[in-house]
């Protein structure tokens, strides 16, 4: 059964230059881990902070070719959440939801930093438009 609580969490760890190590999304309610398996990490491990803020999400589609829609899924939702805790992180926060991203805490542990950022679910999903729909309408426009 799913959770009734779709609230989650992102843990972003940086080194002392503010490259990422690593990061962890996941479930807050049951800590289990949402995604994981995209290639985001790898890809943006060791980039600057600024670097991974500034990613398109077209470029990522582009480069780590995820192989379904829900693959695509998880590697916006991941995307989203470390852009938004890197942006915040940098006080470039002005194109971040704060109602919906919000930092937690910033702890530093030696020369690294971990942010540590709660995401509250959407208000309201986005309406879903079946495939046949979509082609009828995009026929309509032609």
């Known amino acids: 059964m799913p959770c009734k609580d779709p609230t989650s969490g992102i843990n972003v760890y940086l080194d002392s230059s503010d490259r990422l ?3 962890d999304f996941f479930k807050l309610t ?3 881990e949402i995604g994981g398996e995209s290639g985001l990490q790898d890809y943006c491990r060791e980039m600057r ?3 991974i803020i500034e ?6 589609l582009g480069v780590l070719k995820p192989s379904n829609v829900e693959d695509e899924f998880f590697l916006y939702m991941e995307w989203d959440a ?3 805790a890197l942006a915040q992180y940098l006080g470039r926060e002005e194109s971040v939801d704060r109602d919906r991203y919000q930092i937690d805490a910033i702890e530093y542990e030696g ?4 942010i540590r950022q709660l995401i509250r679910p959407l208000e309201e999903m986005p309406k879903i438009v079946s495939c046949h729909s979509k082609a009828r309408r995009e026929g309509e426009k032609t």
Not at 55 to 60: G, K, Y
Not at 111 to 114: F, H, L, Q, R, T
């Open 111 to 114: 020369d690294s930093a971990v």
């Open 30 to 32: 049951c800590s289990k």
């Open 82 to 84: 470390l852009v938004a």
């Open 21 to 23: 190590t690593g990061f």
């Open 55 to 60: 990613l398109e999400f077209s470029v990522l």
């Open 49 to 51: 902070a600024e670097e």
